[in-house]
Nanobody
Framework: QVEVVQSGGGLVMAGDSLRLSCVAS????????VGWFRQAPGKEREFVAA????????YYAESVKGRFSLSRDNAKNAVYLQMNSLKPEDTAVYYC??????????????????WGQGTQVTVSS
């Protein structure tokens, strides 16, 4: 069984930065693909960013491209979502999703097997 634990998030002002962390652990995990999704109140969950299981490829939603970036620490089985130039419309609960079977699940939430607990990001204007 794979466990996904998130950390980071909080309340910031528009223009500030935050870093979210996602750590996956389990008996079969050596490399895993990661996706970040978010859900704002009253809205459907939407894709934010994704990284393949080698860390070589990343993909970002248009709404965050150029502001958000992914990085990876394989020694810690951790992936980080760096969020810069935050906007009020980035306010949402952010979820990390991981998959240890697929090379790059990409933007489809249903292809990720394991999910973190979610973390609130609130951007005030």
């Amino acid at each position: 069984q794979v466990e996904v634990v998130q950390s980071g998030g909080g309340l910031v002002m528009a223009g500030d930065s935050l870093r979210l962390s996602c750590v996956a652990s389990g008996p079969t995990v050596s490399r895993f693909a990661v996706g970040w999704f978010r859900q704002a109140p009253g809205k459907e969950r939407e894709f934010v960013a994704a990284m393949d299981n080698s860390g070589a490829s990343t993909y970002y939603a248009e709404s965050v491209k150029g502001r958000f970036s992914l990085s990876r620490d394989n020694a810690k089985n951790a992936v980080y979502l760096q969020m810069n130039s935050l906007k009020p419309e980035d306010t949402a609960v952010y979820y990390c999703a991981a998959d240890s079977e697929r090379y790059f699940p990409g933007t489809s939430a249903r292809l990720y097997a394991y999910w973190g607990q979610g973390t609130q990001v609130t951007v005030s204007s």
